[in-house]
Nanobody, 126 residues
Framework: QVQLVESGGGLVQAGDSLRLSCVSSGRTFRNYAMGWFSQAPGKEREFVAAITWNGGPTDYADSVKGRFTISRDDAKNTVYLQMNSLKPEDTAVYYC???????????????????WGQGTQVTVSS
């Protein structure tokens, strides 16, 4: 069983930045692709960003391209989501998730992810 714990959310103003962190309890974290998803009130959870197991290709939702950056530090069992130029429409609960083993490509579908964190709230005021 792998536990994922997100942190770094909060209340910010439009234009501000936040960095979300997700720490994994898995001993083989470095071997798995990782992803970030978001769920706004009244909406379904949706893909935000993903990274391959070796920190290679990354992928982003069109709505966050150029503003958000996903990265990983395997020595710390941590995946990050740097969020810049935040907008009110970015308000959501953000979840990290563990993807496929040795995945050399990124995945946008939730079904590819096995373990999920509890989420961290990001609220952007206008």
């Amino acid at each position: 069983q792998v536990q994922l714990v997100e942190s770094g959310g909060g209340l910010v103003q439009a234009g501000d930045s936040l960095r979300l962190s997700c720490v994994s309890s898995g001993r083989t974290f470095r071997n798995y692709a990782m992803g970030w998803f978001s769920q706004a009130p009244g909406k379904e959870r949706e893909f935000v960003a993903a990274i391959t197991w070796n920190g290679g290709p990354t992928d982003y939702a069109d709505s966050v391209k150029g503003r958000f950056t996903i990265s990983r530090d395997d020595a710390k069992n941590t995946v990050y989501l740097q969020m810049n130029s935040l907008k009110p429409e970015d308000t959501a609960v953000y979840y990290c998730a563990q993807g496929p083993l040795y995945a050399s490509r990124t995945y946008k579908g939730e079904g590819a992810y096995t373990y999920w964190g509890q989420g961290t709230q990001v609220t952007v005021s206008s």
